[in-house]
């Protein structure tokens, strides 16, 4: 299976700050079509995870523009341009490109 | 908008058997391959279960494999979690979600599964 390790998993953070996650796959995430299907998730306090950004950078609808993804092989990142309130939660990314999808462990974000 | 409500959750004893179910709304769901994932108190997320569209292909993590069977009803818009040799490592919320061409777009709100004495 493929392992998904991210860091930090705690990042405290000060309002208007920016923030960045890192995502490390443990094999190439390029599917044979060309697409890479890393994927990021928000999970707030008691709720659902909810999906933010697919295939490294594509922002679902409704997602805030201060959130981006980047990255390509086996190295991604999330980034939060100026945190908010609201952003407070766990983040986790998922790699859908290799046969079982897995999960990093998670990124508590916190404000300072 | 794709709603996905779970059911079926609850306290039960090791080595019972409990049956999850998800309704799901506002999608072509006999075109849909779904997904069980759960999450441990406290803990991540965890891939559990995937279903293809007409059933012809089931997969499972291995630490599920031989006492759980994932199913989908097409005509009722239901997903089904059979669980059955229920240990304590297996307590957790359960989400159903559908596939999206290698990700996973929508998420149900959970069911937690207890499994004590």
């Known amino acids: 299976d493929i392992v998904m390790t991210q860091s930090p998993l705690s990042l405290p953070v000060t309002l208007g700050q920016p923030a960045s996650i890192s995502c490390r796959s443990s094999?190439?995430?390029?599917?044979?079509?060309?697409?890479?299907?890393l994927n990021w998730f928000q999970q707030r306090p008691g709720q659902s995870p909810r999906r933010l950004i697919y295939?490294?950078?594509n922002r679902d609808s409704g997602v805030p523009d201060r959130f981006s993804g980047s990255g390509s092989g086996t190295d991604f990142t999330l980034k939060i341009s100026r945190v908010e309130a609201e952003d407070v939660g766990v983040y986790y990314c998922?790699?859908?490109?290799?046969?079982?999808?897995?999960f990093g462990q998670g990124t508590k974000l916190e404000i300072k | 908008e794709v709603q996905l409500v779970e059911s079926g959750g609850g306290l039960v004893q090791p080595g019972g058997s409990l049956r999850l179910s998800c309704v799901v709304s506002?999608?072509?769901?006999?075109?849909?391959?779904m997904h069980w994932v759960r999450q441990a108190p406290g803990k991540g997320l965890v891939w559990v279960s995937r279903?293809?569209?007409?059933?012809?292909?089931?997969k499972y993590a291995d630490s599920v494999k031989g006492r759980f069977t994932i199913s989908k009803d097409n005509a009722k818009n239901t997903l089904y979690l059979q669980m059955n040799s229920l240990r304590a490592e297996d307590t957790a919320v359960y989400y159903c979600?559908?596939?999206?061409?290698?990700?996973?777009?929508?998420w149900g709100q959970g069911t937690l599964v207890t499994v004590s004495s």
């Open positions: 979600a559908r596939d999206n061409s290698g990700s996973i777009d929508s």
């Open positions: 506002g999608s072509t769901f006999s075109g849909d391959w």
């Open positions: 279903i293809n569209r007409d059933e012809s292909n089931t």
């Open positions: 094999q190439s995430l390029v599917y044979s079509d060309g697409n890479t299907y």
């Open positions: 295939k490294v950078s």
């Open positions: 998922m790699q859908g490109t290799h046969w079982q999808y897995t």
